[in-house]
């Protein structure tokens, strides 16, 4: 018996008996899902490394099957495969689905699968300017090139397969036809839909998904009923500035994804520094592994060439704002004013170029810096230079500068949020650099090209040794430790009926302490192993930002049948929200945060100060917090 055909475990939760999902553990011969929006014909970082993991599974591992679920409109999936495979970036073993060529191969029966709602309420009318943006997908616009009004998706012969209609009376709705052009289901929101298609295609067992794309990221924690594992690989950082710390706003693109953390299996960071910043938000952590993107085989080098100009520098990087090439010319030009002699290529394109052409025209550094664009002879480039530049605003893992130290470049980088830390020993591997110190980059490429040449034949071969350990191999030993170990969360039912509701309390109390305060919560009969478990959530009213208490010291008074929870505020958490106020609720672990529920402070309740804030009552009676005035 496979280990998703067990029988459902089921776990107590305050008396009651609720379904948990079976265990995936001890192989990992799995049928393995992976998840991103689309294939684009020019593929980038994140696509990259969701393939190099798809083909070291096959390499190394011992998959059931692999398939890649794909969501595009725009994308034909028979010709995507065609490329992938001619690239050599696939095996043929790979099954690559999309859900509008799934659906248009589907009969009506096959089709009613995905379930949704009865539709019971007319559909509008075709309405506005069409677009064909493919021979199967036609946009719908108000006159004037306005807003979107209606988009059909349509079968193989032309009739109608979806509608994702703006209904005036309803609001959004997708509608599904049977082939004899019938409404046949329905859903209300576009994220309840792919859901749908996702638990339809997934029927393997045992069966894991992994989920590369931030907009996919952002729904699919939403279905609660699968009886497929759910990993969640993170490419990039999850806060909108994180060089200013672990407590600013999440990325808009994150933000439900952040919200819905522990509803994932797992979450795969590439960093150890991702990891921690994280868990100062108050998140357990306790889904969190360290599962690294990889390098290809031919990145590393076996011996490090070392009969290269030792002022010879290279950058890989897009020609975009956030790679900041900018300071990296600079600094070669304050190298220029200083009469040291160093010359930089950079490897990339991007909007940026006119305006960075200018500034070497500027900067009269035309003759030490190239802008090659795109180049076929990266690996060449990169074993002619002597040490590579990272100068981004932030990075997941940067795989470019990863590369570079496979072929010996030694890194004079940035220290950025995140990746550097965990690749860098200053003095050892490469060099760190303060953020932003364009004076102190060039500092250090002076200093480096003073280096005696055996030191620097030392730093070479340490750095190839560095990013050895993220080949295509040891990264699969990684993720084949993550599918043994795999335990799904126990996902709680929500009841829908109380869900934003309000939780009548006994008392509230608000604490100062040293670092913060201490907010004790009286709940009438409840189970001391209930409270326990609950999570004080304080989440932003106007940012995008959230944090978490979790561990209440618990008070049990019998005689009353009190129980009182405590817990411990941090000001700290505070630190980036100057001036918002923050609204408090109550969470059950694993819960989908529109299930979090407000507190509802007795009438008797007196607003309490701790240090510079004031916990106080809303005009609805509900728990808040806000600076002092």
Not at 206 to 218: C, H, Q, Y
Not at 493 to 518: C, H
């Amino acid at each position: 018996m496979s280990l998703f055909q067990r029988l459902l475990r089921t776990v107590s939760e305050g008396g009651t008996e609720v379904p948990r999902r079976a265990v995936v553990a001890g192989t990992d011969r799995v049928h393995v899902y992976s998840a991103t929006w689309g294939i684009p014909q020019s593929i980038g970082g994140m696509t990259t490394a969701a393939l190099r993991r798809i083909r070291s599974f096959e390499n190394f591992g011992q998959p059931l099957s692999q398939t890649l679920l794909t969501f595009s409109p725009r994308m034909d999936a028979d010709e995507a495969r065609d490329r992938l495979l001619s690239e050599g970036r696939i095996d043929v073993s790979l099954k690559l689905l999309n859900v509008w060529q799934d659906l248009r191969g589907r009969s009506d029966s096959e089709c009613a699968e995905l379930g949704g709602m009865t539709p019971t309420d007319p559909v509008p009318e075709e309405d506005g300017e069409v677009e064909s943006i493919t021979d199967f997908y036609d946009v719908f616009r108000a006159p004037g090139r306005g807003r979107v009004l209606r988009r059909n998706y349509l079968r193989t012969d032309g009739s109608l397969l979806l509608a994702d209609v703006s209904d005036p009376k309803i609001g959004r709705r997708f509608v599904l036809y049977s082939s004899a052009g019938a409404p046949m289901a329905e859903w209300r929101r576009p994220r309840d839909f792919y859901n749908s298609w996702i638990s339809s295609v997934i029927s393997e067992d045992p069966a894991v998904l992994i989920v590369d794309d931030k907009k996919i990221s952002e729904f699919v924690h939403e279905i609660t009923d699968r009886k497929f594992a759910l990993i969640l690989f993170m490419h990039g950082s999850h806060l909108r500035q994180p060089w200013n710390g672990a407590h600013g706003e999440f990325l808009q693109r994150r933000v439900e994804t952040m919200r819905n953390f522990d509803r994932f299996d797992v979450v795969g960071v590439q960093t150890q520094q991702q990891a921690v910043a994280m868990r100062a938000r108050g998140i357990s952590g306790a889904n969190i592994r360290l599962l690294t993107g990889e390098l290809p085989p031919t990145a590393v080098v076996d011996e490090a060439p070392t009969d290269r100009l030792q002022n010879s520098g290279v950058m890989i990087a897009n020609l975009i704002g956030l790679k900041r090439v900018d300071h990296a010319i600079r600094a070669v030009a304050k190298l220029k004013d200083r009469g040291v002699d160093v010359t930089l290529t950079v490897l990339g394109e991007g909007a940026e170029r006119p305006r960075l052409e200018k500034l070497i025209t500027e900067l009269d550094v035309g003759d030490r810096i190239e802008l090659p664009g795109y180049v076929n002879d990266v690996p060449a480039r990169l074993q002619a230079a002597s040490f590579s530049v990272l100068t981004s605003t932030s990075e997941g893992l940067p795989l470019a500068m990863m590369e570079s130290m496979g072929s010996g470049c030694v890194p004079i980088v940035y220290d950025i949020t995140y990746g550097p830390q965990d690749l860098v020993t200053s003095g050892c591997n490469g060099f760190i650099t303060p953020r932003g110190d364009i004076d102190g980059l060039a500092d250090q490429i002076e200093s480096f090209l003073e280096i005696e040449p055996e030191r620097v034949a030392s730093m070479r071969a340490a750095a190839v040794d560095t990013v050895a350990n993220y080949l295509p191999e040891v990264g699969y030993r990684r993720w084949k430790k993550v599918l043994e170990e795999l335990e799904p969360v126990p996902l709680l039912p929500v009841d829908p009926r109380k869900s934003g509701e309000a939780i009548s309390v006994k008392a509230v109390s608000v604490t100062p302490t040293p670092n913060g305060s201490q907010v004790a919560i009286e709940f009438n009969q409840i189970a001391d192993s209930t409270a326990a478990g609950l999570q004080l959530v304080l989440t932003g009213r106007t940012l995008n930002s959230y944090f978490l208490c979790s561990k209440p010291k618990i008070e049990s008074r019998k005689i009353s049948r009190v129980t009182v929870a405590t817990f411990s505020v941090d000001d700290g958490k505070f630190s980036e929200s100057d001036g918002e106020i923050f609204d408090v609720f109550l969470r059950r672990p694993h819960d989908p945060w529109n299930g979090k529920r407000r507190i509802r402070t007795p009438k008797e309740f007196i607003p309490a100060r701790s240090g510079g804030r004031e916990w106080y009552s809303t005009k609805h009676g509900n728990l808040s917090v806000r600076p002092r005035a």
